[in-house]
């Protein structure tokens, strides 16, 4: 069961929208919009303008076109209809493919075509450059504030659509408050998101960027050097203690706990909230599905 469970985390879009074999049909059973895979010419494709990933490295694009060239596109590329142009389809997924079955000379390729709303694309997109981690921090960040501002998700909200903690979207978010030039340092690769939240607010940041590029400096290197600009405070010393969090809330964690045998942590907002179960191994999931009276 655990082998299976494993089968099913992390398979991203495939899993969500059943772009290959069995989960294609496990997709279309459940929700009856994605239809059947089957090719189309390679020019009623369109690039996605809401597609978070923007930077499509000329290596990779080439030595996938080789492949391509020996074995064809094997997943297909999941697309939905464009409304004023119904033998055209929009790119939900894929686009890296779609451009290096062009390089590779490709006349038609394999689609998925599903149903899906402006912000269901977005969504999609968003989720499975994340989890094949094919976008830069910044292009990340983008996706989730176009969700955010243009669809009115918390950061709650998206970190549950993209499967990320709150933390990991807020500080992903920050990364945009950074000096354009900072920006571009991260999206080429020269630094990493963990030097650039350090600068995040500093009035020097494109400055110090610089100096980190050419000093070859390290994160924890790099908060030193925060230190010494008046630019991060220090690892060590006394932390703020955390908000008392409401006894009766703390007793239903407990009591969750102790039922579930697994740490149980419930973040109440009024009437709303969220309840987060950890589970160290697929081993621990299966029993509190079991629980649950369901199946891995």
Excluded: C
């Excluded at 500080?171 to 020269?190: A, C, E, I, S």
């Excluded at 030193?224 to 969090?245: F, H, I, N, T, Y």
Aim: glycine residues 8%; hydrophobic residues 40%.
């Amino acid at each position: 069961m655990a082998a299976e469970a494993q089968s099913r985390l992390g398979r991203g879009l495939a899993a969500l929208m059943g772009d290959v074999g069995e989960e294609s049909a496990i997709a279309q059973e459940k929700s009856g919009r994605a239809g059947p895979p089957r090719r189309v010419g390679i020019e009623q494709l369109r690039a996605n303008p809401r597609n978070p990933r923007k930077a499509f490295s000329e290596a990779e694009l080439n030595e996938l076109a080789t492949s391509i060239k020996e074995r064809g596109v094997i997943q297909p590329i999941v697309v939905r209809a464009l409304r004023n142009d119904p033998k055209s389809y929009e790119i939900i997924a894929g686009e890296r493919r779609w451009r290096a079955a062009q390089r590779a000379g490709l006349h038609d390729v394999p689609i998925a075509l599903v149903e899906a709303t402006d912000e269901e694309a977005l969504q999609f997109a968003i989720i499975e450059n994340v989890q094949r981690a094919d976008l830069n921090a910044i292009e990340e960040a983008e996706g989730y504030l176009a969700l955010m501002e243009e669809y009115g998700h918390s950061q709650d909200e998206v970190a549950q659509i993209v499967g990320k903690s709150r933390p990991h979207i807020a500080n992903t978010v920050r990364l945009l408050k950074l000096p354009d030039p900072v920006k571009q340092l991260v999206r080429g690769g020269d630094l990493s998101p963990g030097h650039a939240r350090l600068l995040v607010g500093h009035a020097k940041a494109d400055d110090i960027a610089k100096d980190i590029v050419a000093r070859g400096l390290n994160v924890r290197q790099t908060e030193a050097l925060m230190r010494e600009v008046g630019g991060a405070p220090p690892r060590s010393g006394k932390a703020a203690p955390p908000p008392r969090k409401d006894p009766n809330i703390a007793a239903l964690e407990k009591q969750l706990s102790d039922a579930l045998g697994l740490q149980v942590v419930i973040e109440s907002r009024g009437e709303k909230g969220t309840l987060h179960i950890h589970y160290s191994d697929l081993d621990q999931l299966d029993a509190v599905l079991r629980k649950l009276g369901r199946r891995a």
